[in-house]
């Protein structure tokens, strides 16, 4: 490796899986700078565990989330290189290597995409396609896996937005529009994912999920927020020009409803245009950090 690299992993009450997960590593990547666990407010022995294996810990007394965790590791890391991981062995340890070898081709960040066969479920495979869809149409850029936890990035890099990232789920979707936004280049490779997976998810399909439907508002708003805002004021553009043609005709008039619903369209379009400018001044500012 001609970087040193960190290996960070968010873990809560993972302990069983990081006996298995952390001697593989060790063993495959002898010369690895660090592994870091970030144990998020577990109730098990993982914190021991990691420990006695010979792994940074860095613990949360209570939950945080894991974009928290992320964050809490990337801070604590010392590679120049950060490679995350989930803790629940559903990521193969040689993926890390496979995505080293993308980085060095020339990208900011690479990212483990799954194949839709290694989707938890039809509804997540459904889901996952539509963010990946929205976030092309909205970027530009071919995003083949939105919400990946699998990712190696330059620390640099990284930390650059690392103000920018949530403590929930969806830190993967704002440090991969945050990325694109600063036109720093995102690397797409095909791993595969452990259908053993050990331990029980920690995402709620209705809390989360809920969660996850503000993703594709997210996306657009931090990447665009006039490719946002205008379509919605395009549309009340329209609705009240054709309400006022009905009232013109009907009537002879122009009614109070047309001119708010005149003033709304416009309202949204500045809306969107100050979030612009909003934007752009918050990554100028992360950029000048």
Do not use: W
């Not at 592994?35 to 006695?52: A, K, L």
């Not at 950060?82 to 193969?92: E, Y």
């Not at 993308?102 to 938890?120: C, F, I, N, P, W």
């Not at 009232?247 to 809306?271: C, D, E, R």
């Amino acid at each position: 490796m001609l970087h040193k690299t960190s290996i960070v992993i968010p873990a809560k009450n993972e302990a069983e899986s990081l006996k298995i997960l952390l001697p593989s590593l060790y063993d495959m990547y002898p010369d690895l700078l660090e592994i870091v666990v970030v144990n998020d407010g577990s109730t098990d022995e993982t914190e021991s565990i990691c420990r006695d294996l010979g792994a940074v810990v860095v613990s949360h007394k209570h939950s945080r989330g894991n974009g928290a965790a992320i964050k809490s590791g990337a801070r604590k890391a010392s590679g120049e290189i950060l490679c995350f991981m989930d803790a629940d062995a559903q990521h193969n340890p040689e993926s890390v290597g496979h995505l080293l070898e993308t980085l060095a081709e020339g990208y900011d960040m690479a990212v483990g995409a799954r194949k839709s066969h290694s989707q938890a479920s039809k509804a997540r495979l459904l889901a996952n396609t539509f963010y990946n869809s929205f976030a092309s149409l909205i970027t530009s850029y071919p995003i083949k896996d939105l919400t990946s936890g699998l990712r190696c990035v330059y620390r640099d890099k990284f930390c650059e937005f690392i103000h920018l990232l949530p403590n929930g789920f969806s830190y993967p979707t704002t440090i991969t529009i945050a990325f694109l936004r600063a036109g720093y280049q995102i690397g797409y490779r095909y791993e595969s994912i452990s259908p053993d997976r050990i331990g029980e998810s920690h995402i709620s399909p209705v809390k989360d999920g809920l969660r996850f439907l503000l993703i594709i508002f997210k996306v657009g708003t931090l990447y665009s927020p006039l490719k946002v805002f205008t379509p919605f004021s395009f549309f009340m553009f329209l609705t009240a020009t054709l309400y006022y043609m009905y009232t013109f005709i009907t009537a002879g008039q122009l009614t109070n409803m047309s001119v708010i619903l005149f003033t709304t369209s416009v309202i949204i379009f500045l809306i969107g245009l100050v979030s612009e400018q909003i934007n752009t001044l918050i990554f100028m500012n992360s950029r000048r950090d």
